[in-house]
Nanobody, 120 residues
C-alpha cells in the first residue's frame, strides 16, 4: 500500500502565500508523477499542477505565475508554493501520485485533502 499525506492548508488573506506539502510512503518502487488537484464546492476536481519524472511540469492557466510545484525525490515529497492568492483559490487541495509499487504495477493514489481558504 501507498499513502499520501498532505499538510500545510489553512486560512490566508487575499494576496498572501501558503505552502502545501505531500509525502508519499509505503510500498514505493518508483514515482512516475506527483501533483496537486483542487475541488471547490459545487465544482469538479481540477488539475492545479503536476510534475513528472521526466522534468515536465504542467500548471493550470489560473495559477500560472502564482503557484510553483517542486519535488524532493529523495523524500518522495511534493510541494506547492502558492502566492498572490485569490478567493477563487479557495478549495480542498488533493495530492495525487502515479506510483509504481513493483517493477510491473502502478496505481494512481490520492491524499485525504487539505482545506485552503482565501478570505479577508
Amino acid at each position: 500500500q501507498v499513502q499520501l499525506v498532505e499538510s500545510g492548508g489553512g486560512l490566508v488573506q487575499p494576496g498572501g502565500s501558503l505552502t502545501l506539502s505531500c509525502a508519499a510512503s509505503g510500498n514505493i518502487f518508483s514515482i512516475i508523477a506527483m501533483g496537486w488537484y483542487r475541488q471547490a464546492p459545487g465544482n469538479q476536481r481540477e488539475l492545479v499542477a503536476i510534475s513528472t519524472n521526466g522534468g515536465r511540469i504542467t500548471y493550470a492557466d489560473s495559477v500560472k505565475g502564482r503557484f510553483t510545484i517542486s519535488r524532493d525525490n529523495a523524500m518522495n515529497t511534493v510541494y506547492l508554493q502558492m502566492s498572490s492568492m485569490k478567493p477563487d483559490d479557495t478549495a480542498v487541495y488533493y495530492c495525487n501520485g502515479h506510483i509504481y509499487y513493483n517493477t510491473n504495477g502502478w496505481n494512481e493514489y490520492w491524499g485525504q485533502g487539505t482545506q485552503v481558504t482565501v478570505s479577508a
